[in-house]
């Protein structure tokens, strides 16, 4: 495991132009992006996938969707009614008609993605077997992996209170990499907004020898970050903690450690908070790491303490979890509602259904 870079000491509270607190209790007093839209930034592609229980090489018919790890964080967050943009490119070309609408129907601002003429949407296929679904991608040279810095100089981003990005990005091309350490440059109390980064790791999309660093790096210049325990272990370190990792990556004012289907810990400048998932049925888990996001930032943006803001990123993350693709409707107001209310114990026994 390689060790912690040194980082200064920092008081969130303080850095956010408030007293510090040190005796704050962290469910209660974490730090929280400002209020205002969100951007969010990366690849979309078409999606093609047999119907449930059959294997792609014996599918009679497939079904069109959309995927993509940054716009099902922006159609969960317009599901939660946070004002939300997508910006990416698509090509011109059916597929790339497909995705834009889609991601539009379901409340995004679209306005700010790209049209290229020369290169296609990227496209991806779903191939469901026992032992999980795997995943085969048809996105070399595709629309958005051209996409470079440039795209920050958007209006949408100068307006934006959070940019949201994730460690796809950056292995699509040298051009998109350079995109997202260039979004992360500044220090974030010199940022004009919040950036979160979710690790996302996509082994497939790496060169060798190559993710864990660069990963890291980029992680530990945002604010708030996302990353599952089981893809922090197959990137530094096989023994590694969720208390390891915030050892790792310390200089985010948040950090969210996932652990599957056990629960989530969110560590902040004041210490760390601990919420069990909900117990679901699970019909395919991809997309359920965005949907988890989506819901934290919301209730982080909202106002919220830490306890209900992971209550919600696990709720929106049971919503995907119960369909076949990214993206499922949520339970009503008045359920969320009664769910983040629950009594831990109440919680810990609750059902999703």
Known sequence: MTGPRPAPERDDDAVAGRPANTAADPATSPWRPPRGPVVCLGETMAALAPAPSHALDDADSLCLAVAGAESNVAMYLADLGRPVSWLSAVGDDALGRRVRSTVARAGVDVSGVRTDPA??????????????????????GSAASALGPD????????????LHLTGVT?????????????ALHTPPERRAHAVSFDVNHRPALWPPDTAATVLRELADRADIVFVGLDEAQ????????ATDVRRLLSR????????GGRGATAFTGHGACTVPALATEVVEPVGAGDAFA????????????LVRALRLGHLTAASALKVVGDHGPLPDEGTVEAMLALAEQDWCQALMS
């Open 119 to 140: 290169r296609p949407t990227g496209l991806l296929l779903k191939d469901p077997g026992a032992t999980g679904t795997r995943v085969h991608y048809y996105r070399a």
């Open 151 to 162: 795209l920050l100089d958007d209006e949408r981003i100068g307006g934006a209170a959070l």
């Open 170 to 182: 950056p292995a699509l091309s040298p051009s998109c990499r350079a995109l997202v350490e260039r």
């Open 234 to 241: 197959g990137l530094w370190g096989a023994d590694l903690d």
């Open 252 to 259: 985010p004012r948040v950090l969210v450690v996932k652990d």
């Open 294 to 305: 989506a819901g934290f930032l919301a209730g982080l943006g909202q106002g919220t303490d």
